[in-house]
Structures are given as C-alpha cells and as structure tokens.
C-alpha cells in the first residue's frame, strides 16, 4: 500500500473523531486532539486525573505524524505499518467503534434513494522472518454487486451522520452482509495470490537452516524435549502466513452518484 493511503486513513481518522487538523501537507499531519482523543492516544490518565480534581477543564495536546520517511525530522513522530502508534490506533478503532450505519447527508426537497453499501477496512498482516502489515479500504455495492478499492477517499469528501435526510428513503439490499464479506474476501485472497512471495521462501529458507543448525547442537545429546520445544519455538518465529483483520466497517447508504 502506498504511503499516501496511510496518510488518508489517518486522516479520516481524526476527523471522524472532531480533531481539528491544523496542518496536512507533504506527508506531515498536525492534529489538535479532543480531550476524548489525548485520553484515548496520549497515555496521561495522572493528568487527567488531576486537572479534572482541581475543577479545570485540561489541555489536550497537539500531535504531529510523519507519514513520508523521506520527511523524517527527529522532531516529529514517523508512523508507518508496523509502528506502536498505528497499532494503538488500529486497536482503538477495533474496540470502541469496530462497526456503523451511516446515512450520506443530502438536500433536496423531492423523493431520493439511497443505496446500501458494504465497506470495511481490512489490515492485511504478512507474517514471516519479516512482518508487514497492508491496510485496505473496499466497499461493495449491496444491489449490483459493484466493487471500489480505496472506498475511504472516495467517502473523504461525503458528509454522513446517523439519521436519513428527510425525503430519503433506502433501498432493499439484495445482497446479504454474510455474502457480501464473503465477496470482498475472494477479492483480498485472489491479490494476496497475485502478489510476490518471495519473502514466504526466504522465511522457509531461514527457518529449514535454524532447524539444520540446532540438530548440529544437539546431535550427540540426549535431551529431545528440549530440542524439539527449540524447534517448535524456530517454527512458531519463521512459518511465514497472512491473516485478515477486520478493523472495523459498516452498512452505508449512499446517493446514486456519491462514488
């Protein structure tokens, strides 16, 4: 995934959540966070609990991510797949706000329908002698089975909110949720099948020459039990696999020509 899609989905992420953005340019992103934000992401429950004994309101922080290494400045945090700081953001989504039922905002004054769509943000893990983790937005039309790679830009500019526009009404889905997850994950398992993996070989190369090393050590001992949880544990850190995540998702109804 490239780097520009982190930066989006990091984007959303803070707007979704009411965080002001104070800069967003050439892989740099400046948020003034919410209180219910710096609670969530800044690790200062003391502070917290102290500004709020003494009766005042508290300041919640700024926060600068590099999303672009060629921006690196030493001053400011570089987040990328696989960093502690994605992972405590994949892990917030994932517990507070995993699924949603979203309206699009629309104005108008005759009858409109809405479509239902299926969108759900995936991370995909690799996971070998090298770890790496690939977000992917997808959404699916519920009606005529349309699919969109990308789908959170493609909403970036949409406003939606929990109720239905008056005049608006939605229409039937007449694809169901089970089949539609079971779609888009035909489509993730046939680009996973069509990527490299070369990385996979290189892990069951180093593991096999784990494995060979440590029969050496223990060829003329005695103790097969340890010897055989020592390979377990080289099987368990090399066995290369991909796994699917659901990060969280939902059930939108969108315009006709909202994407």
């Known amino acids: 995934m ?3 899609d982190l930066h989006t989905f ?5 707007t979704a959540h009411h ?3 104070v800069l967003n340019q050439n892989g740099m992103l400046t948020v003034q966070l919410t209180e219910e934000m710096d609670r969530a992401l800044m690790n200062r429950p003391f502070y917290w609990h102290y500004i709020k004994k003494m009766g005042h309101p508290g300041e919640p922080k700024q926060l600068t991510l590099i999303t672009n290494p060629e921006k690196r400045d030493g001053k400011h945090e570089w987040i990328h797949y696989g ?3 994605l ?11 995993k699924y949603t039922k979203l309206f699009e905002r629309v104005e108008t004054y005759k009858n409109q329908a809405l479509f239902p769509w299926l969108i759900a ?10 770890k790496k983790d690939e977000m992917v937005s997808i959404g699916l039309h519920l009606v005529n089975g349309t699919m969109r790679l990308k789908m959170m830009e493609e909403l970036q500019y949409k406003e939606l909110q929990n109720t239905i526009s008056d005049y608006c009404y939605t229409i039937t889905p007449m694809i169901k949720l089970h089949s539609g997850f079971k779609r888009i994950e035909k489509v993730l398992e046939t680009y996973v099948d ?3 993996h070369d990385w996979a070989l290189q892990s069951q190369k180093t593991m096999a020459e784990e494995i060979d090393l440590l029969s050496h050590f223990y060829k003329n001992k005695t103790d097969e039990e340890t010897m055989q949880k020592e390979i377990s544990e080289i099987k368990k850190r090399y066995s290369p696999y991909i796994k699917f995540d659901v990060i969280n998702g939902g059930l939108f109804y969108l315009a ?4």
């Open 87 to 97: 992972h405590q953001i994949v892990n917030h989504l994932r517990d507070h706000e």
């Open 19 to 21: 965080c002001e953005i």
């Open 2 to 4: 490239e780097i520009n």
């Open 10 to 14: 990091l984007y959303d992420y803070f």
């Open 194 to 196: 069509d990527q490299d």
């Open 121 to 130: 943000n995936i991370k995909i893990s690799y996971q070998g002698k090298q």
């Open 83 to 85: 960093s502690p700081r």
């Open 256 to 259: 006709e020509n909202a994407v």
